[in-house]
């Protein structure tokens, strides 16, 4: 199995940040399939990513334990600027998410002492193994799939397609969409965590708006009915620049031009492209 | 630009094939910032290593192995950096690597080569912490921590400058490695800061902070920024009637100065090892190679990648290869530390450095620093 | 030194807004957060460039190379993603995730043909005239871009109110549906939005290149990173909102910068934002129930 060891050995990292950006991915999806237009993912990886780094590198904490914490802080700090934030909606609630972002940069970017500014975190040990991505992964699929034919998915669903009338019908919309949030933000958190111990090195730039933007991207391009499409999204966003790697300096016109492609084609997103094929399997004529 | 070198390097593939027959090849990857906003540095970067490499393999290659260079993209990002490194190492198999670009991106894909024992050799990357990864890793990109006392120095001698304020980049480890450098030799030589100031990369207006500035009345601005934001501060600064005199980083020592704050662009003060204006023949020579070569004048990212390819080749002659990459990649490593070369920026050796641990690491350059400031469109040398 | 600051708010927050107008034009119609806006700016900037250095054309004729380009740039816009999109009833994010993939085809193309590195105009064809009063200075190139915006800001909202297209593009925003029942060509108030849209980002382009000196590929991106500040806060698609929210802006950072320290500008400027809208959830100019378009 040489190949597959050389295979391995050149593409680690890739396939890794797939993992990471599928989890991106699924975080913005839990918002997004309640109707919920926030662009704090960015922020919340950032936060999870310089949690668990400092973690293991200043305190020698279990890398266990790091992911752990670099889930949560995310998503306490998620749980403080939910209450006030959520009440906001559409393009507004995207603002204000992404002006906490933009602090939260510039906060890292100031703590000097502690986060190394501009010079960023290095030396950071290589600890994420493909077991740890794919383990974090099956798991927060297989949570996200359950909630979809659940009671929860259902509220979800609701809330997306009206907020009024679910609250009339007696449901907590503030709590469905405050957990949502939380969620999502933990997930954001625990990519972060995750990234930072592949490697070897953040810092706060990369957790800036366009960043963020790419998060978005990866979750309305595979498509917010189901976690199957953030699955395709985040795929296809990290997968797509390598494979076009052959093109050289038109790569990423080419890379632009294909995301033009997909939406127009697909404006569903990529997992609605697959409905057809769904249905044949399960035996039910495709409907136009 | 792209074709000329196109053919330039088809003919010199030519006159390999009917000088040298049997010599292998030397494999050599190069990771630079090819598109992106990087890639303004990437480019003469890419360009100086392979002007270096035409004219080593047009002299018969290294003991007669032509070099063969490998160039993959890496945009200035991290992951695409280590991505790349590894691609070059475990696929092309590569002997040794150059780049990446930028220090974040050195940040993250040197460990890489470093846990392969490959050796990496940065003619970019200035951030402070760079060698310490390890054992495996070179630059020959100047330290600013050096190159900055001597500036203030001379600068403060020719202009009497008794304090000044600062303003730099404080979201690009660039010219926050070159602030952080900047900060310890104003201390050491004892010159008051009256307002330190910061930028971020694509600002619109620096005249709040000039604003600041100007009001603590100093006698000189530092500034550590690359020319693309310190030009138009310059600009700016004069515009608000600020007349005094910058001193910057090696980030400010390019020729597209006069370009970009032209009218403005006097009373700059720059140290750096390599000068457009250096008279050594050794400079002399490549200037005209590369103009010759790609039209356009070279800059201090050109040159330092052009003299470390002439490094890493004086230190391949030294070793006998073996066709054994893991023996020849340790030998390489071996053989490098020792090497002192004479080129377009001057004397040049290596000097080890002390990593994070306590233990000795990666090497850092150690050269002589030319002190210039500008005067009607061009770099006078002050020492 | 206060007086020096007051100025530098007025011109940057003239910057800001003069970006900001044609962004919240394409939001109030077409709904659409378009975030290629920064790039279709940077053509224009590069559009007019290259009008001055390889055709020697005067600024003035310049600018109307940038409008031309920026103003086709606006119409395939329109007719290669908006429309296709309208027509298949796309969910409201897939026009700006396109966006996203329109304006990295506009940078690297850009990129490809003129190179990474920083440009600009060349000096004689610069106004490069100070005013200076009493130690306060300000350029004639800022107070030209401050006075544009008002200017811009004033015939958007004059056409809009007073003349049958812009009364048909105000019953557009509130409605599509209405206003092609009312026999409002839809599809052709769409198309002409995008490209005056896309043109007055173009001249925006323009102006802040000359001022800036910084012409580069990616030069729209920190420009759009505040544009969706400036616009959200000056309540979305609202004309005269997108002005007082540049310059609420300009103040912030110039204010944060004079008194609380440059380090803490953005956070300053970003963390004042988030409280506002907390504060007023439609911006700071918006109106819960009625868009200005």
């Given at each position: 199995m040489e190949w597959l060891d050389n295979f391995w050995a050149t593409y680690s990292t890739l396939l890794l940040s797939v993992g990471t950006n599928v989890l991106l991915a699924l975080s913005i999806y839990l918002t997004l399939a309640c109707g919920l237009l926030t662009v704090a993912n960015a922020a919340f990886m950032a936060i999870g990513a310089y949690t668990a780094a400092l973690l293991t590198l200043?305190?020698?904490?279990?890398f266990l334990l790091a992911l752990i914490l670099g889930a949560l802080l995310p998503a306490l700090v998620a749980m403080l600027i939910g209450r006030p934030t959520l009440r906001l909606s559409g393009v507004y609630l995207a603002m204000a998410t992404l002006a906490f972002g933009e602090v939260v940069r510039i906060l890292i970017l100031n703590a000097e002492d502690l986060?190394?500014?501009?010079?960023g975190l290095n030396g950071?040990?290589?600890?994420?193994?493909g077991f740890d991505v794919a383990f974090a992964l099956i798991g927060a699929l297989y949570v996200l799939l359950r909630f979809a034919g659940s009671r929860i998915g259902r509220a979800m669903a609701a809330i997306r397609q009206d907020e009024i009338a679910t609250e009339l019908m007696g449901l907590n919309v503030r709590a469905y969409k405050l957990f949502a949030f939380v969620l999502g933000a933990a997930l954001a958190g625990l990519a972060g965590a995750l990234n930072a111990h592949f490697t070897f090195f953040i810092s706060p730039?990369?957790?800036?708006f366009e960043r963020a933007v790419e998060i978005l991207a990866m979750g309305v391009l595979g498509g917010t009915g189901s976690p199957w499409g953030a699955v395709l999204g985040g795929v296809v966003i990290t997968l797509l620049p390598e494979l076009l790697r052959?093109?050289?300096?038109y790569r990423p016109l080419i890379n632009g031009v294909v995301l033009i492609v997909i939406i127009i084609y697909s404006p569903q997103g990529?997992?609605?492209?697959?409905r057809f094929i769904r249905r044949r399997h399960s035996g039910k004529p495709a409907v136009n | 630009m792209n074709l000329k070198l196109n053919i330039l390097s088809a003919i010199l593939g030519i006159s390999f094939l009917y000088g040298n027959a049997v010599a292998a090849d030397i494999k050599i990857g190069i990771a630079a910032a090819?598109?992106?906003?990087a890639a303004q540095y990437g480019l003469p970067i890419r360009q100086g290593l392979e002007l270096a490499a035409a004219e080593i393999n047009v002299r018969g290659g290294v003991n007669g192995n032509r070099l063969e260079l490998i160039i993959e993209d890496e945009q200035g990002k991290k992951e695409e950096g280590i991505n790349v490194f590894k691609k070059l190492i475990?696929?092309?198999?590569?002997m040794m690597l150059f780049g990446p670009t930028l220090s974040n991106s050195a940040q993250a894909s040197d460990p890489v080569a470093q846990t392969a024992k490959v050796v990496v050799f940065g003619t970019s990357n200035t951030a402070?912490?760079?060698?310490?990864?390890?054992?495996y890793v070179f630059r020959?990109?100047?330290?600013e921590r050096d190159i900055l006392p001597i500036t203030l120095k001379i600068a403060a001698q020719n202009t009497g400058l008794k304090k000044v304020a600062v303003i730099y980049g404080n979201d690009d480890i660039f010219t926050k490695s070159g602030y952080d450098n900047f900060k310890k030799a104003l201390r050491d030589l004892k010159i008051p800061v009256a307002t330190t100031e910061t930028f971020a990369k694509?600002?619109?207006?620096?005249k709040p902070q000039l604003t600041n500035i100007r009001a603590s009345n100093p006698d000189a601005v530092v500034l550590s920024a690359l020319v693309a934001e310190g030009a138009p501060i310059m600009v700016q600064a004069r515009q608000l009637g600020i007349t005094l005199p910058f001193i910057g980083g090696n980030?400010?020592?390019?020729?597209r100065v006069f370009e970009l704050?032209?009218?403005?662009?006097?009373?700059l003060w720059v140290g750096s090892?390599?000068?457009?204006?250096?008279?050594?023949p050794e400079n002399k020579r490549f200037i005209a190679a590369y103009l010759k070569a790609h039209g356009t004048m070279p800059d201090q990212f050109a040159a330092q990648a052009y003299d470390a390819m002439y490094i890493a080749a004086q230190a391949l002659k030294t070793i006998k290869l073996t066709g054994k990459l893991e023996t020849d990649r340790k030998a390489l490593r071996d053989a490098l530390p020792a090497t002192q070369w004479n080129g377009a920026t001057g004397p040049f050796k290596f000097r080890r450095i002390v990593g994070r641990n306590g233990k000795p690491a990666g090497y850092d350059a150690v050269q002589t620093a030319i002190v210039m400031v500008t005067q009607a469109n061009r770099y006078v040398i002050k020492n | 030194m206060l007086a020096q600051q007051f100025i530098n708010a007025i011109s940057l927050g003239g910057v800001y807004a003069l970006f900001a107008l044609g962004f919240t034009l394409i939001f109030g119609v077409?709904?659409?957060?378009?975030?290629a806006h920064g790039a279709v700016f940077m053509l224009g900037a590069y559009s007019a460039l290259h009008a001055v250095?390889?055709?020697?054309?005067?600024l003035m004729a310049a600018i109307l190379a940038a409008i031309v380009t920026t103003g086709a740039a606006g119409w395939l816009l329109d007719k290669l993603i908006f429309a296709p999109l309208r027509a298949r009833d796309a969910p409201h994010l897939a026009p700006m995730i396109a966006t996203i993939g329109l304006a990295i085809c506009l940078s690297s193309s850009v990129e490809g043909f003129f190179g990474a590195q920083n440009l600009r105009f060349p000096v004689e064809a610069l106004p490069t005239e100070t005013l200076s009063l009493g130690g306060i200075r300000i350029t004639w190139l800022e107070l030209q871009i401050v006075l544009l915006a008002f200017v811009l800001m004033g015939i958007l909202m004059w056409c809009l109110k007073q003349t049958r297209i812009g009364r048909a593009l105000r019953g557009l925003a509130e409605s599509p549906k209405a206003a092609a029942l009312l026999g409002i060509d839809v599809e052709g108030l769409f198309r002409f939005t995008s490209v005056l849209a896309s043109l007055l980002g173009g001249v925006a382009g323009v102006l802040i290149a000359l001022y800036t000196n910084a012409v580069f590929p990616l030069m729209g991106q920190p420009m759009l990173h505040k544009g969706i500040a400036v616009v959200i806060l000056g309540g979305m698609g609202d004309i005269r909102g997108a002005l007082l929210g540049g310059f609420f802006l300009g103040f912030a950072e110039v204010f944060s910068v004079a008194y609380i320290g440059s380090t803490m500008r953005d956070a300053v400027a970003f963390g004042l934002l988030f409280a506002i809208l907390l504060l007023r959830p439609d911006g700071l100019f918006g109106k819960a129930t009625q868009r200005r378009a």
């Open positions: 200043q305190t020698g904490t279990p986060t190394g500014g501009a010079l950071i040990a290589q600890l994420t193994t730039n990369e957790y800036g052959g093109f050289g300096h990529i997992w609605d492209l697959t | 090819l598109t992106g906003n475990f696929q092309n198999k590569v402070d912490g760079i060698t310490s990864i390890g054992d020959n990109s100047v330290t694509g600002d619109v207006s620096f980030g400010m020592n390019s020729p704050a032209k009218g403005n662009s006097d009373n090892p390599w000068s457009v204006e250096s008279p050594a | 077409l709904g659409i957060v378009n975030l250095i390889l055709l020697r054309l005067p």
